[in-house]
C-alpha cells in the first residue's frame, strides 16, 4: 500500500547520504580540477539533500493526503447523485502525491472514476452537471470534508473540480486511466533507488516554477514531463534501472 511505499522510501533515503560519490562529475568536463569539481559537486548535492528534507512529503504528509481522498470518496458515495447511478465510484491519488515525488506544497491530484473502468463511458456533455453534483455534495454541511475555494472547471482538457482542505489545495478530475499509469511509472522509477530521486526531482520542479517554465496550459513543461527527463537522465547515468516491467507498472496504476 502507499503507506508502506512512502515509509520504505524515507528510510532508504535516510540510509543513503546525498551526494553518491558516483555522480561527482569527473575533471575531463569542464577546466576546473577535479579536486574543485568534487568539491562544488559535494556542496551542491548537500544542498539538494537538504532542500529535499524540507520540502518532500513525508509518511505523515501522505496519511493526511489518504485522509483527504477517502473523505471525498465516502461523501461523494453516499451522495444521492452518485450513489444509484455509479456504486463503482472510486477516487485515486494520481500525479506528484500519488508517486511520491511531490512536495509539501505540492496540489493533491484525484481521478474521479465513476463507472470503476476509466470513465470510458461517459460522455463529455455530461461533465458539467456531474461536477457541478461533486461541488455541491463537497460544500454539504453532511460532506465529511471541510471543503472551500471550490470552483468546477467543466472545458478544461480534463474535466475536474478545484478545491482546498485546509492548507492543501485538490483537484478532482474526471479523465481516463493514464493519469494513474504515469503515476505507476514514475512511483516505480523512484522506488529504485528514493535516495537520489526525491531531492533532485524536488529542488527541479521547484525551480521550474520559479522559472516560469513549468505551466503545461500554456503550452510549456508539465511536471510530468519535467520528472521523466530527470528519471531518463539519471537511467542514462546507469543511477536507476532500465528494466522496468511495464506491463506490471501498468497493472499497479488499477489499484485504488
Not at 203 to 232: C, E, F, H
Request: net charge neutral; aromatic share 4%.
Amino acid at each position: 500500500g502507499g503507506d508502506a511505499y512512502h515509509e520504505v522510501c524515507l528510510q532508504r533515503a535516510g540510509q543513503a547520504p546525498w551526494p553518491d560519490a558516483s555522480l561527482t562529475p569527473s575533471a575531463s568536463s569542464g577546466a576546473l580540477p577535479a579536486a574543485v569539481v568534487g568539491e562544488l559537486a559535494t556542496s551542491v548535492g548537500a544542498e539538494i539533500w537538504q532542500f529535499g528534507r524540507q520540502h518532500c512529503l513525508n509518511r505523515d504528509d501522505w496519511v493526511r493526503r489518504c485522509a483527504i481522498r477517502d473523505a471525498i470518496c465516502q461523501s461523494l458515495r453516499a451522495s444521492d447523485a452518485f450513489s444509484a447511478e455509479f456504486p463503482k465510484l472510486t477516487v485515486t491519488i494520481i500525479g506528484t502525491s500519488g508517486s511520491g515525488l511531490g512536495r509539501k506544497a505540492s496540489d493533491l491530484d484525484l481521478l474521479l472514476e465513476l463507472d470503476g473502468e476509466g470513465n470510458r463511458e461517459l460522455c463529455r456533455s455530461r461533465m458539467p452537471g456531474l461536477l457541478a453534483a461533486a461541488e455541491a455534495t463537497l460544500r454539504s454541511s453532511c460532506s465529511g470534508l471541510p471543503a472551500e475555494d471550490l470552483e468546477a472547471v467543466p472545458t478544461a482538457r480534463i474535466p475536474l473540480l478545484r478545491g482546498r482542505h485546509a492548507d492543501v489545495r485538490f483537484d478532482l478530475s474526471i479523465g481516463t486511466r493514464c493519469g494513474a499509469w504515469n503515476t505507476a511509472l514514475l512511483r516505480c522509477c523512484a522506488a529504485a533507488d528514493p535516495a537520489k530521486t526525491l531531492p533532485l526531482c524536488a529542488v527541479l520542479v521547484a525551480w521550474s516554477k520559479a522559472q516560469g517554465i513549468n505551466d503545461s496550459p500554456r503550452g510549456l513543461l508539465s511536471t510530468y514531463s519535467l520528472l521523466l527527463m530527470v528519471l531518463a537522465y539519471l537511467q542514462a547515468e546507469g543511477q536507476l534501472p532500465k528494466d522496468l516491467k511495464l506491463a506490471a507498472v501498468a497493472q499497479a496504476g488499477l489499484g485504488p
